[in-house]
């Protein structure tokens, strides 16, 4: 079973399960996404046709994430004239993954388990780079240790401040004065 739906100006065949790349759509990564503007339905040979849109169906994603597109190059120029400008843009994009498709007495559920990874690591894993990035994991410190922690990190500066007072003071120089001299009286 397929459907043609439209969002951000465009249409797009899905069918439950696919991985689909539209305009910016707003919502966290694990949000759910309906889309009421469907234009068709089909299933083998049996095709429903809305007129626009087919009464009642419905598509369900999942918003796996929001990320920048491909880098465009803009290059404008005049030939002759010395004129040359150069720009780019990157569109922002979500990436859903279609979950369920209803519609016209008709539905079909996608059961996998959705994949939440951005596509900027993957990128780093093909290259082989991953071990590289760090990975961020916030784990909330205990309240206990944190004086614990506090204690033994002040610990080497009072060691530092005393091994510096037994340091004999002959050894530091005192600053030298600057003395003004007279000048000279003009007769």
């Known amino acids: 079973m397929y459907a043609v739906i439209k969002t951000g100006g465009k249409q797009y065949r899905v069918k439950a399960g696919d991985l689909l790349v539209v305009e910016k759509l707003d919502g966290e990564p694990g949000a759910k996404v309906a889309f009421d503007q469907v234009l068709m339905i089909g299933e083998g040979d049996a095709v429903t ?6 009464e009642g169906a419905t598509v369900s994603a999942t918003l796996v994430e929001t990320r920048k ?3 465009i190059k803009i290059f404008k120029k005049i030939r002759r004239q010395g004129y ?3 720009g780019g843009h990157r569109q922002i994009e979500s990436v859903l993954r279609v979950t369920a498709l209803a519609g016209a007495g008709k539905s079909e559920t996608w059961d996998g388990e959705i994949d939440f990874t951005p596509k900027a690591e993957l990128d780093l894993r093909a290259r082989n780079l991953a071990r590289f990035v760090k990975t961020v994991e916030v784990e909330a410190p205990p309240v206990a240790e944190a004086p614990a922690k506090a204690k033994k990190a ?3 500066k009072a060691e530092a401040a005393a091994a510096t007072e037994e340091a004999p003071k002959a050894a530091a120089k005192p600053a030298k004065k600057a003395t003004a001299k007279p000048k000279a009286e003009e007769a």
């Open 154 to 156: 002040a610990a080497p």
């Open 69 to 71: 597109g491909e880098k």
């Open 84 to 86: 040359r400008r150069t």
């Open 49 to 54: 046709l809305g007129a626009p849109i087919v």
